[in-house]
C-alpha cells in the first residue's frame, strides 16, 4: 500500500521559509513523477509543484521564483523548499503521485504564513 508522510510546516513570518519533506513508502519512487500540492481554506486542492521523473518542472504561477521541489530518490523522498512566503501560501501542504492519484492523499501538513 503506498503510503506518503508529509512532515515540517509550521508556522512563519511573511518572507521566512520552511522545507517540507514527504516520504513514501510501498512504491518505487524513481519510476513515478511526484508532486506537491496545496489547499487554502475554502478552496480547491491545487498543485503547487511537480517534479517528473524525466527530470522536468511544473510551478504553480504564484510561486514560481520561491518555491523549489527536489527528490531523493534513494531516500524515497521528495522536498519542497520555500522561501519569501506569503499570506496567500497558508495552506495545507500535500504530496501526491503527478497527476495526482485519488487514493494516496495523506495527512498534510499545515503552513501557516503570518505576522
Known amino acids: 500500500q503506498v503510503q506518503f508522510v508529509v512532515s515540517g510546516g509550521g508556522l512563519v513570518q511573511p518572507g521566512g521559509s520552511l522545507r517540507l519533506s514527504c516520504a513514501a513508502s510501498?512504491?518505487?519512487?524513481?519510476?513515478?513523477?511526484m508532486g506537491w500540492y496545496r489547499q487554502a481554506p475554502g478552496k480547491q486542492r491545487e498543485l503547487g509543484a511537480a517534479?517528473?521523473?524525466?527530470?522536468?518542472?511544473n510551478y504553480e504561477d504564484s510561486v514560481k521564483g520561491r518555491f523549489t521541489i527536489s527528490r531523493d530518490n534513494a531516500k524515497n523522498t521528495v522536498f519542497l523548499q520555500m522561501n519569501s512566503l506569503k499570506p496567500e501560501d497558508t495552506a495545507v501542504y500535500y504530496c501526491?503521485?503527478?497527476?495526482?492519484?485519488?487514493?494516496?492523499w495523506g495527512q498534510g501538513t499545515q503552513v501557516t504564513v503570518s505576522s
Open positions: 501526491n503521485f503527478f497527476p495526482a492519484s485519488a487514493g494516496c
Open positions: 510501498g512504491v518505487i519512487f524513481s519510476t513515478y513523477s
Open positions: 517534479f517528473t521523473r524525466a527530470g522536468k518542472f
